[in-house]
């Protein structure tokens, strides 16, 4: 069985600071995604990434899949109350789209 | 764009009631999800529908679960007779590629 585990479960800082999410597991996967999911809402997906090693950024985020394609970050930098969810990553095993999901790391950004 | 759309947005039920929930697909997306969210965890794919057909129910419940995508556009998810533990969020998502769109989920209490 495939098993993502996001660290940490929750965190909470201030406006301005920098934070890491990560995202582990022992399976290889051919692609991963990060999304956000607001209260009463579904997933909005981040980014996708696919080369091992691979570095993506969104403005104030910064993600990186390992090299081995196993495990994966996501950096915000300068966190503001905007940036407030449940972040999840979710890894392709290969084949068909389907998406294996982790269990989540909920940020609170507080001014 | 509109986005998938997913009704009823909430259910309450007595256990061993039967309950069914919809959902609307982006227009032109082959692919159609049902995934089981329960809170605190990341959601589970229960079921996944290329067109009209299926291409992954491993994980659906099949006792107690059932879907159907007639004419590979709209779906139902039905549960028959509801147990407790089926209390969650059941999020419906389509995808034309990698890229999946989830709708607002139907949160279901289960008493």
């Known amino acids: 069985t495939q098993l993502l585990e996001q660290s940490p479960q929750f965190l909470s800082i201030q406006e301005g600071e920098n934070l890491t999410v990560y995202c582990n597991s022992s399976?290889?996967?051919?692609?991963l995604q990060w999304y956000r999911q607001e209260p009463g809402e579904g997933p909005v997906l981040l980014v996708t990434?696919?080369?091992?090693?691979e570095v993506k950024k969104l403005k104030r985020l910064t993600f990186q899949f390992g090299d081995a394609r196993k495990d994966s970050s996501l950096h915000i930098t300068a966190a503001q109350p905007g940036d407030t969810g449940l972040y999840l990553c979710?890894?392709?095993?290969?084949?068909?789209?389907?998406?294996?999901f982790g269990a989540g790391t909920r940020l609170a950004v507080h001014p | 764009e509109a986005g998938v759309a997913q009704s009823p947005r909430y259910k309450i039920i007595e256990k061993r009631q039967s309950v069914a929930f919809w959902c609307n697909p982006i227009?032109?997306?082959?692919?159609l999800y049902w995934y089981q969210q329960i809170l605190g965890q990341g959601p589970k794919l229960l079921i996944q529908?290329?067109?009209?057909?299926?291409?992954?129910d491993s994980q659906l419940p099949k006792d107690r679960f059932s879907a159907e995508r007639l004419k590979g556009v709209d779906s139902t998810l039905k549960i028959q007779p509801a147990k407790l533990e089926d209390s969650a969020v059941y999020l419906c998502?389509?995808?034309?590629?990698?890229?999946?769109?989830f709708g607002p989920g139907t949160r279901l209490t289960v008493l």
């Open positions: 998502a389509s995808s034309l590629g990698q890229k999946q769109f």
């Open positions: 399976s290889v996967f051919s692609s």
């Open positions: 990434v696919v080369t091992g090693g």
């Open positions: 979710a890894g392709a095993p290969g084949g068909y789209n389907k998406l294996i």
């Open positions: 227009s032109g997306h082959a692919t």
């Open positions: 529908f290329q067109n009209n057909g299926v291409v992954d």
